[in-house]
């Protein structure tokens, strides 16, 4: 008994400890991510990745606007037996003996 009483106050004991020196950790953590966060290099490398991301989706939109592909997508032109040949591939054919 007395074994189990000391593993158990050594466990609460180390996992206070524990606790302490790993919010201890944490905190250094988030101090240094903050500097980092508020430095005004990464200020600016962020403006400048913003900025060619709004440059690089603005071509890409009058690229997609330009082409003909957006016409083809709104109204696929398709041959009226091809529409027949889809539309009957897709039904069931029954037999008199089917039930």
Same mark, same amino acid.
């Given at each position: 008994?007395?074994?189990? $009483?000391?593993?158990?106050?050594?466990?609460?004991? #180390?996992?206070?400890?524990?606790?302490?020196?790993?919010?201890?950790?944490?905190?250094? +953590? =988030?101090?240094?991510a *903050? *500097?980092? =966060?508020? @430095? !005004?290099?990464?200020? &600016?490398?962020?403006? +400048?990745?913003? @900025?060619?991301a709004?440059?690089?989706y603005?071509? #890409?939109?009058?690229? $997609?606007?330009?082409?003909? =592909?957006? &016409?083809? $997508?709104?109204?696929?032109?398709?041959? *009226? %037996? %091809?529409? %027949?040949? $889809?539309?009957?591939?897709?039904?069931?054919? =029954?037999? !008199?003996?089917?039930?």
């Open positions: 008994m007395r074994g189990k $009483l000391l593993f158990v106050a050594g466990a609460a004991i #180390g996992f206070v400890l524990g606790t302490r020196a790993g919010r201890e950790r944490y905190e250094d +953590m =988030m101090t240094t *903050k *500097k980092v =966060m508020d @430095s !005004p290099t990464v200020h &600016e490398a962020g403006g +400048m990745v913003q @900025s060619q709004s440059k690089a603005s071509k #890409g939109k009058d690229t $997609l606007a330009s082409s003909n =592909m957006t &016409e083809r $997508l709104r109204h696929p032109k398709r041959k *009226k %037996d %091809d529409v %027949d040949e $889809l539309l009957n591939d897709h039904r069931q054919h =029954m037999s !008199p003996n089917s039930f």
